[in-house]
């Protein structure tokens, strides 16, 4: 019996994580559930022994995802301070996030899917939006919170928006300029009073 629960809790982790990543690749609607149940190695029938509902599913990958890309946050911000935020400028900003959604930032790659989708789902999201302002607040360490979380929300969406519209472009070049030019931007805020 406890083999069994083991089995049953390693098979439902690498469904979640399986879906997490093709989520961030293929939109929410962009993967079935026999699709990722087979790449878990495991038959489509055996989904609702793991979840209620498609909707369960979504829900709990988006929130995983959502920590994948929260434990980058942090263990980048500990650095503190400009050398903090120029790192998570240039790592989120670059080509390599750009080129690996299944790999990135659930916040940039999940936007329009989350917009839709339950109200679990969506209170992850905004939970996570809020820990990333908090994070770049705190890097900001002013005299002034209020600045400090209007830089914060400066930077999240045009790191956000920019990798979107990196991925999105059809032109290499214009995508690489996006990315880079965002990057410069960022970096010529005000540093920390």
Known sequence: MVSSQADKAASHARIVDRAAARFRRDGVNGVGVAELMKEA????????RHFASRDDLVAEAVEHALEQGNQWFLTTAARGGQQ???TIVDDYLSTAHRDAPQDGCAVAALPQDVSRA?????????????SYLSILAGLASGDDPAADRRQAFLALSAMVGAIAMARAV????????????????????????
């Open 41 to 48: 190695g495991l038959t489509h029938g055996g989904f609702y």
């Open 84 to 86: 903090a935020f120029t």
């Open 118 to 130: 339950d109200d679990r789902t969506r209170a992850a999201y905004g939970r996570q939006v809020e």
């Open 170 to 193: 059809g032109d290499p070049e214009l995508s690489t300029e996006i990315l880079a030019e965002t990057a410069a931007a960022l970096k010529e805020l005000p540093e920390p009073r």
